[in-house]
């Protein structure tokens, strides 16, 4: 299957509306600059119907131990771990964008919650 790699950001794809078939993010999103940004270009660029496959690191619920160790080492994460932020609210910024959410698996690697599924494009997508 013919693939493209783009080097770049995400908050700036260069690249047509509605011109591509699948986005693939493995633990990326949380580096994003502009996190609301990058989900609308994703929507912007995806088919309808098409999804981003992702695996993603997230936050830690409130009010534990890994949360308050991802809040410890936040602020050293973002500077050193290529903007990195361990706090990254990745669900969220998907539903909010208004992708669909399908096949959404939690799992944790070494007390780290992560998430992984596909964000779907609607077919109608809200006008702007």
Do not use: Y
């Amino acid at each position: 299957m013919p693939t493209t790699m783009l080097q770049g950001k995400c908050e700036n794809i260069p690249m047509p509306d509605n011109s591509v078939d699948a986005v693939i993010s493995t633990f990326a999103l949380c580096s994003v600059d502009d996190p609301e940004r990058a989900m609308s270009e994703i929507m912007r660029v995806l088919r309808p119907g098409c999804a981003v496959h992702f695996v993603e690191h997230i936050a830690a619920p409130q009010r534990t131990f890994i949360h308050a160790l991802q809040r410890l080492l936040a602020p050293m994460s973002r500077r050193f771990n290529h903007g990195c932020d361990p706090l990254a609210d990745t669900q969220r910024h998907f539903i909010t964008a208004g992708f669909w959410l399908e096949d959404l698996q939690r799992r944790e690697f070494s007390g780290i919650p992560m998430i992984s599924g596909r964000a779907v494009c609607p077919k109608q997508r809200p006008q702007s």
